[in-house]
């Protein structure tokens, strides 16, 4: 096992004292020692957010891109040079919301990477708006009568459109995150997990109190990973709510499924034209 301390970077975070996101970047650290992962074959991507700031916090190769675009790079890098371990991060803004497409079809797609989202549901950047996962009535600064809306379920979406890894951590749990977080970059294939990552400073429902009081770890209480009915139930209840591993299948990935294409990575084909051919292709666009 190598050491989590590996992984600082120069940069410290900007994120408000007490902020979730701080307990997901120590446990993306644990994680990664844990597994021996070296930090030249790692890639971290992110959109735009406070939790996408996160890739500038942590010593792996990173990509800080767009907001609600994580997604099309972090596959675009996985099948390029398919040796590497990628993991995109986000919030519930940047992937339920703006990059909502993205995620629905990576996940069907099944490419081997690892989508972790801090859900803290709200804007955070922007200063506290309503977002795809904001309660119905939920008071914001754009929402100031109450939340209209209904909020997205990650998980049953992730259930309903393929995912092979489906998991729910909190934060503050560090010792279940990391577990979680280790399953899930081991796991061949698309694999989500959504964290509840609490923003102290716009978001007075959704705080580390409400989540330390109302989440249990349903692998502890005896889940068995491998049913997605009973992954569907668990994502469902109003009793309590629900972290740990929900549901585990893995199916062949795509680039498995690509062989043909994909039997070594995209940065190690030769490439298909002569030098000669090269210029003489450009040349006509220059
Ligand atoms: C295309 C585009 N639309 C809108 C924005 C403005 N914007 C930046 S971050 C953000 C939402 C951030 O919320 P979330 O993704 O939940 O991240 P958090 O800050 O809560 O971690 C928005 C709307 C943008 N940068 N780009
Ligand atoms: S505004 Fe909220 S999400 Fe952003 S750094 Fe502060 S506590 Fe975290
Ligand atoms: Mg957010």
Redesign the pocket.
Known sequence: MSEAKQFDSATHPDWCPGCG?FGLLAALKKAYAGLNIDPNQMMTVS??????NLPGFINTYGLHT???RSLPIAQGVKLANHRMTVVAV??????Y??GVGHLVHAMRRNIDITYVV?N?A?????TG?T?PTSGLGMKTKSTPFGNPELPINPLTLALGSGCGFVARAYTGHIPQLVEILQKAVQHQGFALVDTFSP?VTFNTINTHEFYKKNTKDINKAGHDVSDIHAAFHEAMREDYIATGIFYQNERPCYEESERETLAKPLVDHELGLSLDQHNKLTAEFV
């Open positions: 996101d959109g735009i957010g406070c939790s996408s767009l907001h609600g986000g919030g519930d803004g940047d992937g919301g703006i801090m803290n709200i804007y955070g950047l922007t708006q977002s923003c």
